[in-house]
């Protein structure tokens, strides 16, 4: 069964970066656009990874989340606001003021986790509209606050943006990074790389600790975890909060490591993708983080075609609309989450308060 | 015997129900002591504030002579007190070494100790003779083995007094024997056991005493040998219980079911039913008895329109009704009262009142052209609450607010309150107190009295026995005998419900 949602996964995307060759390899070397295509997808893949894993840890304690959205977009916000301020205000620097705008945007989407934890654990409120409540706070907030401080007269920025602090800067991973043309795979940037150990330290927590069986003892059957003096709510809220941290992590992602600038509901849907990968991903870590490769290559092949649109031959000239190659990522995911492979299933008690 | 645990004047008070009036209730070392009484007794109740589940509004709580006091399950299995729930808490995808271990996990490492575990499980296993496969999921193991899995549950804790809340409502008479195996060989090593259940032949049969709580108090105690089913019935029902239905001998007439060489897949698509021809008659009842899983359920869903069968007929009043869907069938006289009483004789959500029009709500008085006529149906709700006894605080509050035994007698009045000319009726009384018990097997005597054709399915021989006129035994999908219930006894069906085969 597994192997068979992999092999899929692995079709799609073999697939998706085969388009691109064919169309471009008049100008490119197959070679160079595959390890082109494969590094875009890991890359273009890190928000939809990280905010898969924010699902996987609400959910297996038993909370839905579909705030992520909202909670990508805040940090999104806060961390580029923070960055900017260490910048231009108290001139930090350029890295330092990166680092300590991710970490105002990882805190963010703690305090939104915790919102969430507030509104679904404790006033046991429909999981489904606190997390809809999330996403207009976060969509409201952070176009409020963008308009004041950066374009109204007298603001701290003086009615202008001010100069950004750049991205995050590339890693170079010794022997890896080294490897002749394949070494671009691995040059990524940091909130890349640490989507990745994220997936494998989730994988290892729920699966081999203390911290991670009873996680999903409460998401399974919260009253057998309390009969044996386990403290549900205690459990939910943590993992809930830690699920914010994450997606802070993913809003970082957005205006401190892909672009340098933030731009209202700039996080366009990417929030619920996530969520459609954790789904087809069954609620696990390495699950959650082939599907959301699935996405990140479709939206792989988006980039690479703007980039090779003269080369589409004219009786497909449908596709150099960037409109219609724009929706193949959301394409795949309907499809995909119409079910065409493999039953998924939540933890039991997903989205069920706990009543004692 | 040493007394190690005693409960003096628990009280416990619920919005509108006294559940726990300052009872009082000891154990001694190594005895298996009942708790008996109806449902909603309140035994559940005293045995969640002894886990600690709950905080008993006053009363004392002694452990080895010294007071103690519990403020959640932690403190209980810290002084060697275990339960098993009536609802089992065991995670059904996680393993039974997971299971086991969760609350309080072995760690190698900062990593869990499943091996270790393991082991151990094995160990006890071992030693109280509870046979278990540590690595099976849960999900995938028979409901008797689970059981057995919660009480090593119990046993990994140290847990010197073990709780068992109805441990046989769910079990087989072959596992119910497995368990009180188990029980004894608990006891002869030092464990001590509080036994709950509401039946009285068990109680009898196993226990050392025997204290019987009725509405939040305790009415008696009694010791099994200086006592017997009728007193305790009276005690647990305060009044006299007719224990043994009285029943004219039955006049049958004309064949009502007809079943003929009938084929039925269950769920995997594996042969349930293997060729199963018998017919029913009016005025008669025939019982259908054998250990859970021989076909019994799936033969049922097949008779009421539920499942597609595979081949073979089934003929009700002269008309081919095979494979027809439910309506038409129940139209020509069906009335069901169905094995799983929450998920297919009950929409839970629903008031008490819409649950008992759910055949024919579309047929007047209750549906006239797409309209509900509320004020039939009201009617009729109120009329059926009050013959049928159906205790609940009005016909209008969900059906879930309802006790087990009160959700049955809905549906036994809906089902028995129209015109019908055959009832199946499976595991009619599962999990129900002894005051329901004698109602519904009173109203199944009564249907039969009135000419209709019954067809009782139960695993409970004693059931079949004092109800059946006849008895089908079922063995591995198939029908391997039918008599007459005058002419056999109980260790012969009990045979041949094990698969000995019948004489030609
Ligand atoms: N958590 C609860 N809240 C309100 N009422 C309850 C609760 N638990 C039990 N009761 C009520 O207390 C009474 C005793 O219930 P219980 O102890 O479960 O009985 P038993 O186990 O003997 O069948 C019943 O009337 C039941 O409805
Ligand atoms: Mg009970």
Redesign the pocket.
């Known amino acids: 069964m597994e192997i068979r949602r992999y092999t899929f996964i692995a079709l799609i995307i073999i697939v998706l970066i085969g388009v691109v060759v064919v169309v471009g390899k008049s100008e490119v070397s197959p070679g160079v656009i595959i390890v082109s295509m494969i590094a875009t997808t890991i890359a273009v893949a890190t928000p939809l990874t990280l905010g898969a894993l924010t699902g996987v840890f609400c959910e297996r304690a038993g909370v839905v989340n579909i705030g992520i959205e909202g909670m990508m977009l805040a940090s999104a916000f806060f961390g580029w606001f923070g960055a900017i301020y260490m910048n231009t205000i108290l001139k930090m620097g350029a890295f330092p003021s990166l680092i300590i705008g991710v970490i105002i945007a990882v805190i963010t989407g703690g305090l939104l986790g915790l919102l969430h934890a507030v509104l679904s654990v404790t006033f046991k409120v429909d999981q489904i509209i606190g997390g809809t409540v999330i996403n207009l706070l976060a969509v409201g907030i952070s176009g409020f606050l963008n308009r004041q401080l950066f374009f109204e007269k007298g603001s701290i920025f003086g009615g202008q943006v001010p100069h950004a602090p750049g991205v995050l800067p590339r890693l170079h991973i010794p022997l890896l990074g080294d490897i002749p043309v394949v070494g671009t795979v691995f040059e990524q940037q940091p909130i890349t790389i640490a989507a990745i150990l994220l997936v494998i330290i989730t994988h290892y927590v729920l699966f081999y600790t203390r911290w991670g069986l009873r996680t999903r003892a409460v998401g399974e059957h919260p009253r057998a975890a309390d009969t044996v003096g386990i403290n549900v709510y205690r459990m939910r809220y943590l993992n809930v909060i830690i699920g914010g941290l994450i997606a802070g992590l993913a809003g970082a992602y957005f205006t401190l490591e892909s672009v340098p600038s933030f731009e209202p509901l700039m996080t366009n849907g990417r929030g619920f993708i996530a969520l459609a990968a954790m789904i087809f991903g069954n609620w696990s870590p390495f699950g959650s983080w082939a599907a959301a490769l699935v996405f990140g290559a479709a939206s792989a092949l988006q980039i690479n075609l703007q980039f090779f649109r003269e080369l589409i031959p004219p009786q497909w000239a449908f596709f150099q609309s960037s409109a219609v190659v724009g929706m193949v990522p959301y394409i795949l995911t309907m499809l995909i989450m119409t079910g065409i492979i493999g039953k998924t299933r939540a933890p039991a008690a997903d989205g069920i308060p706990y009543e004692k | 015997m040493t007394t190690i645990l005693e409960l003096k004047g628990i009280t416990k008070q619920?919005?509108g129900?006294l559940?726990n009036d300052h009872v009082d209730f000891d154990l001694k070392k190594g005895e298996i002591h009942a708790l008996l009484?109806e449902?909603?007794?309140?035994?559940?109740?005293l045995m969640n504030i002894l886990y600690g589940l709950y905080k008993p509004d006053s009363g004392e709580l002694y452990r080895d002579g010294k007071e103690v006091s519990l403020n959640s399950p932690k403190d209980a299995i810290a002084i060697g007190i275990g339960m098993v729930h009536q609802h089992f808490m065991l995670i059904p995808v996680f393993t039974v070494t997971e299971n086991i271990m969760l609350g309080e996990e072995k760690l190698k490492n900062a990593v869990l100790d499943r091996n270790g575990v393991s082991a151990k499980v094995g160990e006890l296993s071992q030693k109280y003779g509870l046979e278990i496969d540590p690595e099976s999921f849960v999900e995938d193991i028979p409901v008797g083995v689970q059981q057995r899995v919660e009480i090593v549950k119990t046993l990994y804790r140290k847990a010197e007094i073990l709780i068992l809340d109805e441990p046989t409502a769910v079990l087989t008479p072959q596992e119910v024997e497995d368990l009180f195996r188990i029980m004894r060989e608990l006891t002869s090593q030092g464990v001590s056991i509080i036994f709950i259940t509401h039946k009285l032949k068990e109680v009898l049969k196993i226990a050392d005493r025997i204290t019987v709580m009725r509405a939040g108090k305790v009415v008696g105690t009694a010791i099994p040998s200086e006592t017997d089913e009728s007193h305790l019935a009276a005690m647990m029902v305060g009044r006299e219980v007719i224990l043994n239905v009285e029943k004219e001998p039955a006049q049958p007439k004309e064949d009502v079911l007809q079943v003929i060489d009938l084929k039925v897949n269950d769920l995997r698509g594996l042969e349930a039913v293997r060729g199963v021809t018998f017919s029913v008659r009016a005025g008669e009842i025939l019982g259908i008895a054998g250990v859970q899983g021989n076909g019994q359920t799936e033969l049922v869903e097949a008779l009421t329109g539920l499942r597609q069968s595979t081949g073979g007929k089934v003929v009700l009043q002269g008309k081919d009704m095979t494979n027809n869907p439910p309506r038409p069938i129940i139209e020509n006289g069906l009335s069901h009262i169905p094995e799983d009483r929450q998920r297919h004789g009950l929409v839970l959500a629903y008031p008490v009142a819409d649950n008992l029009v759910l055949c024919n709500y579309y047929l007047p008085p209750f549906g006239v052209n797409f309209v509900m006529q509320n004020k039939a149906i009201d009617e009729n709700a109120r009329k059926l609450v009050k013959d049928f006894d159906i205790r609940t605080p009005s016909p209008f509050v969900p059906t879930s607010n309802l006790?087990g035994g009160n959700q049955q007698k809905v549906i036994v009045a809906r089902e028995l309150s129209r015109p019908v000319q055959l009832l199946i009726a499976n595991q009619p009384t599962r999990g129900l107190d002894v005051g329901s018990i004698e109602y519904i097997h009173r109203q199944i005597v009564n249907m039969r009295g009135k000419g209709v054709a019954v067809l009782l399915v139960s695993a409970e021989l004693d059931e079949i026995m004092s109800l059946a006129d006849r008895i089908a035994v079922m063995y591995q999908g198939k029908i391997v005998d039918i008599v007459d219930t005058q002419k056999t006894t109980k260790s012969e069906l009990g045979l041949k419900m094990a698969g000995a085969q019948a004489q030609a």
Do not use: I, L, R
């Open positions: 619920f919005p129900v559940a009484g449902n909603g007794a309140g035994k559940t109740t006790s």
